[in-house]
């Protein structure tokens, strides 16, 4: 057990972040158990603590008697320099455990600016960070998450991958844990590696090689395991009332990102904007009863204390019952003064009646994501909403009030001209002369937020070259010069990032030594601007003679084998090429959920069905 | 229905903050289900104050929190919800209805003590740690230069010295007492006079190494001591 001293927290930055004992956090000594997992975050505690990932897997895993789960953070850089000067390996939240300690570390891949965070974990942890130099006795090290559909960047460091929803496959990983170590371990590590490899929804990277065609791309994957699956596809939870849902979440005592009760509605979007990768990768749609979502709000708040409840989903405003279950989450709850939120709003599902429920978007304004400046590239996109759906919705709410809202749009999308950027600057200009229209008077703030578009694995736009970084710059720029009224707000994201970004959401296994490279020269925490450092990165694409421009700018062939294409969310590369064709067309592709099936393979493919109760009474 | 409460602030949340902490006991009034009021207008807040703001990173035996239910409850009721709902860290040691107009503890509390304890170092004694605050006592005045964010800031920590400082060495374990002011326009933190005890008065010292709990609030009246629950 690690002893921190107090003259060390009390030198560091919000030392609460390391000393643990919230509430509804579960301590069992390691002796009592078979098994123990770390979850670690990649980053710091305020982030990692808002994640529902962790809160849903902490729940299952400390449910079993022969199970314990600890929660691992990255340190923020004052912390991890005290740490490194007294030799403190980065440990657990719960029992204060060094992470080389536990059998199986877990990270969590949400986004790609992360990843070096990992290896700084693993290498504060005292974990050999490549798979290949792991021994007996030390943990596995796992990964989960988004990132795991193209988890080939880390394919040297992660032992193996689980793909999809976690929450039956974890048990699975424990039970086989479990009969490996009573087994006495037998074949060693490589044994374990196959039992687990034989479970639906394991990826282990170790059991496939990849040959090169002398232009760089990519000539074979194969695997060198005869057991080993050709594709791994994503395990999904087909029914969502079949699983428990964390009804008693860790109540931290220091304010994190999100801090609220997360009711998760319902699971996967079917409303197939090309560019999104999570509609993609959490299809199809399933949603919870209002009874389920009713009771266990009441129960998280009887065992939390919260008073504030976030309706979280991809787009939670496209819950069947929304209305329903509003009112009937306000009156159980009415007495304990707690209200609901609900975290984004589309246009074309937004009414008035339902923002004037929900406290949240009082508070801080109205928030439309339009993605586009023209109709044209809205189309391409397949936004599937209108000019004249956002005035409507915008005005409505002018006339309700409300005096801010907020637009959030994407440069660099495929076919994007000048046009569209004209687009934005146009909307945001109607908007505010709506607002004069409508209410008389000047003093309307329209914040513009526009960030940079990442072309993803398993997307219809996969095989699309982003925009160089100085198309980017230039767009950016071009967009300010278009904006000149006083009562826009203006905000954009470091293109620098978004590019590096997109060399890592499409990069293969090459990467993982610019990653290595990258981290021995310092580079951590690369999502906070204040600590990323675009030169380590230049430079380490250098010294590896890596052009990275191959990964983020390149326009791929159809034809191409494609480094992600072994781990699959069961939609197939058939339907996403078809997408790019209808994109490329403006063509529209409803929404499954509401029109005919689309055959993107997922329901197909996992044997899995919608479930949606808008037709229920 | 008003009750005062003297709770703790015990080494496991030493290093939470004052907003932190009133945040936990807040959620914990929300767990036990009692009928707390609420403030009237846009945006209601639970009605329950605390005397003085603590440090991160100072425990204490003795905060006072006053806390206004809607609906009158038996005192011991409402004790048990709370001690059930508390979380590690936080425990009830005294509690009482308060009755008729009550001023707010942060109007009433004017001291606050405190302990400091450390390890001697090699070759220290105990005389070489009472000439340090002899000096300090036969002091007038005893500027403490504070760093803020703000920019620099001098304190008199004299004006807060509400009695001088008593040392207990019991082996290696070093114990400090203080009595410091809380006056309406501020107080000093135990720190800073700690931090001035050693740069200034060649304490044989190690600021950030001592533990430091707050022992006591106090209404000291011409020359008595009363706490919030005697009153």
């Known amino acids: 057990m690690i002893h921190l001293d107090p003259a060390i927290l009390s030198r560091v930055m919000k030392p609460a972040r390391y000393t643990g004992h919230e509430l509804n956090s579960v301590m069992k000594p390691h002796e009592t158990v078979a098994v123990t997992f770390a979850l670690a975050f990649p980053d710091v505690y305020e982030v990692g603590m808002s994640y529902l990932g962790y809160k849903i897997l902490y729940s299952i895993l400390n449910k079993r008697t022969d199970t314990a789960a600890e929660r691992v953070f990255a340190p923020w850089v004052d912390m991890e320099q005290e740490m490194r000067q007294a030799k403190i390996p980065l440990f657990s939240h719960e029992t204060f455990t060094p992470l080389a300690e536990f059998d199986l570390v877990g990270f969590t891949l949400q986004y790609e600016m992360s990843y070096t965070n990992i290896l700084n974990m693993l290498d504060l942890g005292g974990i050999p960070l490549l798979t290949k130099d792991r021994k007996q006795g030390q943990p596995f090290v796992v990964a989960g998450g988004p990132g795991v559909y193209n988890v080939e960047p880390l394919a040297d460091f992660f032992d193996f991958v689980i793909v999809g929803e ?101 699971r996967g979007c079917t409303r197939g904007c090309r560019f999104c990768q999570a509609g993609i990768l959490y299809r199809p749609v399933r949603e919870r009863t209002v009874d389920t979502l009713v009771k266990i709000a009441r129960q998280q708040v009887d065992a939390t204390g919260y008073n504030e409840i976030s309706l979280t989903s991809l787009s939670s405003a496209d819950y069947s019952k929304l209305p329903e279950l509003i009112d009937r989450l306000t009156a159980e709850l009415k007495d304990d003064r707690v209200s609901v939120s609900l975290p984004s709003l589309r246009i074309d599902s937004f009414s008035i009646e339902l923002a004037q429920k929900v406290q949240q978007v009082r508070k801080s304004g109205l928030t439309f994501a339009p993605e586009a400046g023209t109709q044209r590239l809205r189309d391409v996109i397949n936004k599937g909403v209108t000019e004249e759906n956002l005035i409507e919705a915008v005005g409505a709410a002018f006339r309700s009030g409300w005096t801010s809202v907020k637009l959030y749009f994407m440069i660099g999308l495929p076919t994007e001209t000048d046009e569209d950027i004209e687009g934005i600057a146009d909307l945001a200009q109607r908007v505010v002369k709506l607002f004069s229209e409508i209410r008389g008077r000047r003093g309307v703030k329209v914040t513009v937020s526009v960030s940079s578009f990442v072309p993803k694995a398993h997307t219809a736009f996969q095989w699309f070259g982003q925009d160089s970084l100085e198309e980017l710059e230039r767009k950016q720029h071009y967009l300010r010069s278009l904006i000149k009224d006083k009562s826009i707000a203006y905000h954009y994201h470091d293109a620098r990032v978004s590019v590096l970004e997109g060399v890592f959401a499409r990069g293969d296994r090459r990467l993982g030594e610019v990653l290595l490279k990258a981290w021995r020269a310092g580079a951590k925490f690369d999502s906070w601007s204040e600590h990323f450092h675009y030169e380590i990165w230049q430079q380490a694409f250098i010294d590896c003679k890596i052009d990275p421009a191959f990964y983020a700018h390149r326009d791929r062939d159809l034809m191409e084998v494609l480094p992600w294409e072994y781990v699959s969310p069961a939609v197939t590369k058939k339907y996403l090429a078809k997408e790019y064709r209808e994109a490329v067309a403006g063509a529209f592709t409803s929404d499954c959920r509401t029109d005919v099936c689309g055959v993107c393979g997922v329901c197909q493919q996992l044997n899995a069905a919608v479930i949606d109760w808008s037709d229920s009474l | 229905m008003k009750i005062r409460m003297k709770i703790t602030k015990e080494e496991e949340i030493r290093f939470i903050s004052h907003l932190d902490y009133t945040r936990t006991i807040e959620r914990a009034v929300r767990r036990a289900k009692l009928s707390a009021a609420y403030s009237e207008g846009f945006n209601p807040h639970m009605k329950f104050s605390f005397a003085s703001a603590l440090a991160v990173g100072v425990t204490s035996s003795a905060e006072y929190m006053d806390l206004e239910l809607a609906t009158d409850t038996e005192l011991a009721t409402i004790m048990r919800q709370l001690r059930q709902a508390f979380p590690v860290g936080i425990t009830v040691k005294d509690s009482q209805v308060m009755i008729g107009t009550v001023k707010a503890l942060m109007a009433v509390v004017n001291l606050a003590t405190y302990e400091m304890t450390w390890l001697m170092s090699d070759g220290i004694s105990e005389a070489d740690l009472q000439q340090s605050l002899d000096l300090f006592d036969q002091e007038a005045i005893a500027i403490y230069v504070k760093q803020t964010p703000k920019g620099v800031r001098e304190i008199d920590i004299k004006e807060f010295v509400a009695a001088p400082p008593v040392l207990h060495v019991e082996g290696d374990k070093i114990c400090l007492q203080l009595q410091l002011h809380i006056k309406p326009t501020g107080s000093v933190k135990p720190t800073d006079m700690l931090e001035l005890l050693i740069h200034k008065y060649q304490l044989p010292a190690f600021a950030r190494a001592a533990l430091i709990e707050r022992t006591g609030l106090f209404i000291s009246n011409k020359g008595r001591l009363l706490t919030p629950l005697e009153l």
């Not at chain 1, 194969?222 to 079949?242: G, Q, Y």
């Open chain 1, 166 to 266: 976690g929450e039956e496959i974890i048990e699975e990983i424990v039970d086989t844990y479990k009969c490996w170590r009573e087994a006495g371990e037998q074949g060693g590590r490589k044994e374990f590696l196959l039992a687990v490899s034989k479970i639906s929804g394991i990826y282990v990277p170790s059991f496939y090689d990849v040959t090169y065609e002398t232009n760089g791309t990519i000539h074979s994957v194969s695997s060198n395991e005869p057991t080993a699956p050709a594709i791994v596809h994503k395990r999904i939870v087909k029914d969502l009332e079949s699983i428990s849902y964390p009804v008693k979440p860790i109540v931290p005592y220091t304010e994190i990102v999100h801090d609220r009760i997360m009711l998760e509605l319902f």
